[in-house]
């Protein structure tokens, strides 16, 4: 028995229609919502979703929702006993007060903003817009802000705060409620 897609219902023999350009496996109800798809052959819309070895470097959407795929599944049971990290808990959060800090510096080394523009071979208007806090420096500009003006932009102690958090329930799910800070 497969689920529909469109309503959750049991059934066995789906019948695939597409939906604003999306493809859905739905049962004999939900048809009337789409524009029914012929079938050229089962195949090829079975390995569309497929898990196995041999097309796991042509799944790029299925490649850790199904299981294992191929070189994947070797690299998630490495990391299964470290916690898992993206590419953002690497990086440097900017300081809140980073428009003050440049300022500041910038007038105890004694130069104008052109002069430091100059300096840093950037456009005085970046320099105004950096102090007013009307724009973020890349990270180049950053950099290039702390070595000449031998200050740090990066916000200290805010590294590993997400970690310690510990919302939830007692079973240990968490819900979209538990995470959302509601505005009204």
Do not use: H
Not at 4 to 26: N, Y
Not at 47 to 62: E, F, I, N, Q, W
Not at 123 to 135: D, N, V, Y
């Amino acid at each position: 028995m497969v689920q529909c897609e469109m309503c959750g219902a049991e059934t066995s023999s789906p019948k695939t229609i597409k939906v604003e350009g999306a493809k859905l496996d739905v049962c004999s109800n939900c048809t009337d919502f789409g524009t029914e798809v012929k079938q050229t052959s089962s195949s090829s819309s079975s390995s569309k979703y497929s898990t196995t070895a041999d097309s796991g470097s042509s799944s790029s959407s299925g490649g850790s929702s199904g299981g294992s795929s191929g070189s994947s599944s070797a690299s998630s049971s490495s990391s299964s006993s470290r916690p898992r990290t993206d590419m953002f808990d690497d990086m440097d959060e900017l300081a809140t007060d980073y428009d003050e800090r440049v300022r500041q510096a910038r007038e105890n080394a004694g130069l104008s903003q052109s002069d430091l523009a100059n300096k840093l071979n950037e456009k005085a208007s970046l320099i105004r817009k950096i102090e007013r806090g009307e724009t973020l420096p890349t990270d180049a500009v950053q950099s290039k802000l702390e070595s000449k003006l031998e200050i740090s932009l990066s916000a200290e102690g805010s590294s590993g705060d997400d970690t310690e958090w510990s919302g939830g329930s007692a079973s240990g799910s968490y819900t979209l409620g538990d995470v959302v800070k509601r505005k009204d």
